[in-house]
């Protein structure tokens, strides 16, 4: 009789233990975006600044592919040598920390050249978004920018762009300018790429 009750402890810690084991490894598979970390004055230090450029802002968090760094970078407006007129660029690149260093993921680069009138090439920095809006524990990053070359007080070119992983999806269009009773602007051209995409992200993306 003891060698039986003996024999039912044992499997029943036994099944506990595997119960709690399994447990542990479906939390551990389970990555979740963690809290976005605000790292601009840190970034100078540890990565080097690309010619022409001035860093604008850094953010870090961690998900399912490990801890991402993204940094946005703008040049302002300048004339390069030999040429009469304005260019300007921005960019923003993501960066992957491992144990040897930092790893760039991807790039993104867009300007405006030989402006003779106002330029305006700059980052939005109020809609920059970190999210995991399909909860599949990799990030979405969201980027909005304005571009324009003129002389009047007509809206400018504005792009949004969104990547997860590798994917970019975009939204291109104009700001939309309310004078009184009358608006102008506000024109939108959407990617086709956000057919393929969650429908959270267009939703998400038109809010933006």
């Known amino acids: ?17 595997k119960g709690k084991q399994q447990t542990e490894q479906v939390t551990e598979n389970r990555k979740v975006l963690s809290e976005v970390e605000e790292v601009t004055a840190a970034v100078s230090a540890l990565l080097p600044l690309p010619n022409s450029f ?17 940094v946005l970078y703008e040049t302002g ?3 390069e040598k030999g ?34 009138l106002d330029l305006t090439c700059a ?14 524990g990799l990030a979405e990053i969201t980027m909005v920018y304005a571009l324009s070359c003129k002389g009047d007080v007509s809206p400018n070119e504005k792009k949004l762009i969104m990547y997860e992983g590798g994917k970019k999806y ?15 602007g506000g024109t939108m051209t959407v990617d086709t790429a956000f057919s393929k995409a969650p429908a959270a992200f267009l939703s998400f993306a038109r809010e933006h």
């Open 77 to 79: 407006s300048y004339i």
């Open 83 to 116: 040429k009469m007129n304005a260019t300007a660029k921005l960019s923003a690149v993501l960066y992957q920390k491992t144990d040897s260093g930092f790893v760039q993921q991807w790039k993104m680069i867009d300007y405006i050249q030989d402006c003779e």
């Open 123 to 136: 980052f939005y920095d109020e809609h920059l978004s970190i999210t995991d809006l399909d909860k599949n």
């Open 1 to 17: 009789m003891r060698y039986y009750l003996l024999l039912a402890l044992i499997i029943l810690f036994s099944c506990k233990g």
């Open 54 to 70: 001035q860093l604008v802002r850094a953010k870090k968090w961690h998900d399912a592919s490990g801890e991402n760094w993204l």
């Open 170 to 184: 975009a939204i291109r269009g104009e700001e939309l300018m309310i004078m009184q009773k009358d608006t102008i």
